[in-house]
């Protein structure tokens, strides 16, 4: 599916911003919207990230749909008793093509570690699925000129064991500071430049077996988003305020 020469990602990051309900009627109302903007060009890819309750629900709006379904998070389990938990296969089943790993927002509140982010995506790749990786400096690491250092060692730590299937997949990984996160402030253009050049030499020294696509996240808005289009070497944008907002999100995509 990311096969082509150039394609360029779209992905809605929902988070926990709206109740199971609200995420059903904002799928089902912009249903036809939301098609028309996954085949407005063969390059354009639409990924809706709903949250785990909503997934089936979603699955089920856009069904033989262009629109492409992608989970939030998975377990680093393959089955098992762990409570509160949902598998990589399981997501599989619901029809998730992406699942993203690694967010800045469970890494700080849910404590995740690289440890289990690597296994997390030994399982996607297990199933299939193109897990959707997050890298990314807070605001102190920013400030200390450490960008680079931090988003290469997120790199490593998640992907040194190159997991056993990730040549059946492809990989993403965004690149979202911290500190850009839903505040407002987004990176300049020759700060992300940098870092999908760093991201590339490290992507290039792990010798990954897939073709791996790089995104940048972080308030992306409809007015700065044909800018950052223009950065080389993007390969699309994980969106999470402005998704929320079709009319927002159509003027990022269009
Ligand atoms: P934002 O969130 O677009 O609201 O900054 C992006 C994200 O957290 O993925």
Not at 11 to 28: F, G, I, P, S
Not at 37 to 64: E, N
Not at 136 to 150: F, I, P, S
Not at 213 to 233: Q, R
């Amino acid at each position: 599916m990311l096969r082509q020469e150039r394609v360029f990602l779209y992905v809605a990051n929902w988070k926990m911003r709206l109740t199971y309900d609200q995420v059903c009627l904002l799928a089902e109302n912009h249903k036809r919207d939301f098609e028309r903007l996954a085949t407005l060009s063969q390059d354009k890819k639409i990924v809706l990230c709903p949250s785990y309750d909503a997934l089936s629900s979603v699955a089920h709006i856009f069904k033989k749909s262009p629109v492409l379904l992608g989970a939030q998070n998975c377990s680093s389990h393959l089955l098992g008793n762990y409570t509160g938990e949902v598998s990589a296969e399981s997501l599989a089943q619901l029809g998730c093509r992406f699942c993203i790993i690694g967010h800045s927002e469970r890494r700080q509140f849910y404590g995740e570690t690289s440890q289990e982010i690597a296994h997390k995506i030994e399982q996607l790749a297990a199933v299939g699925i193109t897990p959707l990786l997050c890298v990314g400096e807070t605001r102190e690491q920013y400030d200390r000129h450490e960008t680079l250092q931090v988003v290469t060692q997120q790199m490593k730590d998640a992907l040194k064991k190159c997991p056993h299937g990730l040549q059946h997949t492809a990989l993403c990984v965004a690149y979202e500071p911290v500190w850009a996160i839903g505040t407002g402030a987004v990176a300049s253009v020759s700060h992300i430049e940098g870092v999908i050049k760093q991201l590339t030499l490290v992507i290039q020294e792990l010798a990954l077996p897939c073709q791996v696509l790089i995104l940048y996240g972080g308030s992306v808005d409809s007015d700065n988003a044909s800018e950052l289009k223009s950065i080389h070497g993007l390969g699309g944008f994980l969106i999470g305020g402005a998704s929320l907002d079709f009319q927002k999100f159509e003027k990022i995509v269009t």
